[in-house]
C-alpha cells in the first residue's frame, strides 16, 4: 500500500504534468486521490486559488467528507469538494479523480448529441464514458449526488 508521502508526491506530480499539458482552467480543475485507511474516507486535493504548477507535496490539503479541511493551512474548493467527494463516497474504488477542462473535452461537452465513433477504437472509449446533465453550478449535494449516480453505473 502506498503510503500518504508517496501518494502527495504523485499527485503533486499529476499536476504539473497537467500545468505542462495546459490542463488547467484557473481555478475550476482539480485532481483528488483518497488515502488509504480504516477511518472515514479522506483525500488530498490542492488548496483553493493555487494553480497547478504551484502544487508540491507539501501544499496538498486533506480534506473529509464533510468538507473540513483536516490538514494543511488552506480552503479547500468548494466545488472540488462536491465533485470529488460525490465520486469517493459512490466508488471506493476510484482511488484517483480527475477534474479537467480541456480544449477537446469541452467541445465534447458542447455537443447536444452522444460522441459517434468515428474510428476502430472509438467505441471502447464512448462505452465507458458518462455524461452528467447538470444545471447550474457544481456547488450542490444535488448536483453531486447526481454526478455520483452517473459515474457509479460504469464498471472499473
Not at 499539458?21 to 483553493?48: A, K, M
Not at 507535496?57 to 468538507?67: E, F, K, T, W
Amino acid at each position: 500500500m502506498a503510503t500518504e508521502q508517496h501518494l502527495r508526491q504523485q499527485l503533486a506530480a499529476a499536476y504539473r504534468l497537467a500545468a505542462l499539458f495546459g490542463w488547467e482552467d484557473t481555478l475550476y480543475t482539480h485532481f483528488s486521490v483518497r488515502l488509504p485507511g480504516d477511518g472515514e474516507p479522506r483525500f488530498l486535493i490542492n488548496p483553493f486559488g493555487m494553480m497547478f504548477d504551484e502544487v508540491t507535496a507539501s501544499n496538498l490539503i486533506v480534506v473529509d467528507m464533510q468538507g473540513k479541511v483536516v490538514e494543511g493551512d488552506a480552503p479547500a474548493n468548494s466545488a472540488g469538494f462536491t465533485i470529488h467527494s460525490a465520486v469517493h463516497m459512490a466508488r471506493e474504488d476510484a482511488h484517483c479523480v480527475i477534474h479537467t477542462h480541456t480544449l477537446p473535452g469541452m467541445a465534447v461537452a458542447a455537443c447536444e448529441t452522444a460522441c459517434c465513433s468515428l474510428t476502430r477504437s472509438a467505441p471502447s472509449f464512448t462505452s465507458a464514458s458518462a455524461t452528467i446533465p447538470m444545471k447550474g453550478w457544481p456547488l450542490t449535494s444535488t448536483n453531486g449526488r447526481a454526478s455520483s449516480a452517473r459515474w457509479g453505473i460504469i464498471s472499473p
